[in-house]
């Protein structure tokens, strides 16, 4: 499927509507660390005073979590700020990067949401029904949802809740270090989803994929600023 920008903010709550009955909770991705499988991760990073966003993906061996790939993106914010419609801002750059990769990865973790959205179709759910992969939100805090008691332990999982439905999971990567969230994207299940970002996590609290992302966009966003005229 194809992205094109809302033209407005009514516009794009309309294609968030549309398109999340398309969102497949089915756990249809490799299993964690399967051989001869790769595992890419979204980034974004922005630069307000220019008004640009930079999007990289990694693309990492899923057995030994060494990069294989990467490819990034930098152009003008193609939508305003509205909270619940950030991924119409980070979409264009993101599939962009994901177009210029000459693999297929087998998952895609996005820094991000997923079903943890107020419409259930947070920017993981959104790259997924449009790229037709395998997708995982995993996110830095709760987006205001909550979660139950939590084990210190790594591994230690609560249910992240909307009212009385369960949009997630809190998941600690790390012992008595602060939890992720995760969320399904597409075409994935909750469990699956921690699974992988506990296969993702091993020394670090954010995921291999998440971390050399982020790394990557900031520099692409550093580079890009170097590069502009005056």
Do not use: W
């Amino acid at each position: 499927m194809t992205h094109t920008t809302p033209g407005s903010e009514e516009e794009a709550l309309a294609v968030q509507r549309a398109l999340r009955t398309r969102v497949v909770v089915i756990d249809e991705a490799p299993a964690p660390g399967e051989p001869d499988t790769l595992v890419a991760g979204v980034d974004v990073a922005y630069d307000d005073a220019r008004n640009l966003v930079a999007a990289a993906v990694v693309v990492l061996d899923a057995v030994t979590l060494e990069p294989v790939e990467e490819a990034t993106s930098v152009g003008p914010v193609a939508f305003p700020y509205v909270p619940g419609l950030l991924a119409f801002r980070e979409l264009p750059g993101a599939l962009a990067a994901l177009g210029r990769l000459r693999s297929t990865p087998g998952l895609v973790v996005c820094d991000g949401y997923g079903l943890a959205h107020p419409r259930r179709f947070g920017l993981a759910s959104h790259l997924g029904v449009l790229t037709g992969l395998p997708t995982i939100g995993v996110a830095k805090n709760p987006f205001g949802y909550r979660h139950g008691e939590l084990g210190r332990e790594r591994g230690a999982v609560a249910a992240l809740v909307d009212g009385d439905e369960e949009v997630g999971a809190a998941l600690r990567t790390r012992q008595g270090v602060k939890p992720l969230y995760v969320s399904v994207g597409h075409r994935t299940t909750l469990d699956a989803a921690c699974a992988h970002v506990l296969h993702l996590a091993r020394d670090y609290r954010q995921p291999e994929t998440t971390r050399r992302a982020d790394r990557l966009c900031r520099l692409a966003l550093s580079r890009a600023a170097e590069a502009a005229p005056g």
